[in-house]
């Protein structure tokens, strides 16, 4: 049965984004640290088109994260900077022409938005009435293959105060951020109902993989 | 030179103490989970006059948190649930009648008591003057070894600031509390000036090992 997989990297001070961008700090404070140990994976490079990359225990989390994968919710603050109504030219992702998905991307958003087809076979869809019904939306289009929650914090805390996430990843980097979006907030004394599958790290990453627990 | 080294062991959603005890839950909900991974290391079971446990990777760690030291700095909810003055008949320690430290214990606290003497050869010192004071006191107890920080997370949070932390050494173990006390906190955007020695994890913990930066 298709699933609704929650993966994100995480700082070891419990931060999925550092603090807002500045004009000393354009990324944010620290804030691109945390995704070094996947870009340099060859799982990650190869969706990318590029060649090379490391092997090893993190390309094989890489690896699971997109694994199965048929459609992927994310938050509209990962999909763009762009605030409020989306405008006449309207921001078309992170990503450039050729977004490396190749699958159905579910965005939440305030603001109704006709569907974004771009190459390389990735369609932004904009959601505007809310996690469940982006989950069946993507559940739908994913077509029996699961479904994935990228983040950041307040789409993931949503999935897990609804009780829709399935499998649970997350990816702790050993850096302090001091600040930004907190993933264990929020959250209802919660997250419950999940245990451990699998936990190992890399010298750059720690692993925990939860599933649902028997009976939870 | 003899170190400050901060070594604490934390949930994944950030917690070092469970929620306060209740009727439901004596101990805190879920907290002493967190302290399972120790409690079955070799270096623990021999500190506490047992035989057994387990060698390898946590029990490495466990060891290099009480090598070399030569003082202890706790907070004073770590000595015990004990509140405002210390009244007729003190609380004496979690520990029993031999706390199998060894070595000379300074407790944080607003209200001043006599040292406290056990069997075993740990005493208890109460040091009423902030925790500059009390690092002073303990590292010329240590008589040139190290001087450890415990916890709890409030302490922790004081040395952070302080800037006094050489060694910073976090367990994390793969499980969720769902609130208590949150170690990264109150740190005015740190920490700063660290970074990473060494990250490794068995399949119950991932132990993160920060020395100052160089420069730092």
Do not use: C
Request: glycine share 16%; aromatic share 8%; charged share 20%.
């Amino acid at each position: 049965m298709a699933k609704l997989k929650l993966t994100i990297t995480m700082s070891l001070d419990g931060y999925v984004a550092g603090l807002p961008p500045s004009l000393e700090n354009p990324l944010g404070e620290g804030g691109s640290g945390l995704h070094d140990w996947a870009f340099a994976t060859r799982t990650f490079r190869s969706m990318h088109g590029l060649e090379g990359g490391e092997t090893g225990l993190d390309d094989e989390h890489a690896a699971r994260g997109t694994a199965n994968v048929g459609a992927t919710i994310m938050g509209r603050n990962m999909f763009g900077p762009v605030r409020g109504p989306w405008g006449e030219e309207p921001w078309r992702g992170w990503w450039g022409d050729e977004p490396p998905f190749g699958t159905p991307m579910f965005v939440l958003t305030h603001h109704a938005r006709e569907s974004l087809a771009t190459d390389g076979g990735t369609t932004f869809h904009f959601v505007t009435d809310g996690v469940e019904a982006a989950f069946e939306r993507a559940l739908e289009a994913a077509g029996g293959k699961d479904v994935a929650v990228g983040g950041g914090a307040k789409t993931a805390q949503q999935y897990l105060r609804a009780g829709l996430v399935d499998e649970l990843k997350i990816h702790v980097v050993p850096l302090f951020l001091g600040g930004g979006s907190r993933l264990f907030e929020n959250l209802d004394g919660g997250p419950t109902g999940y245990e451990l599958a699998r936990l190992a790290s890399s010298s750059a990453v720690a692993h925990s993989s939860f599933v649902r627990a028997a009976g939870g």
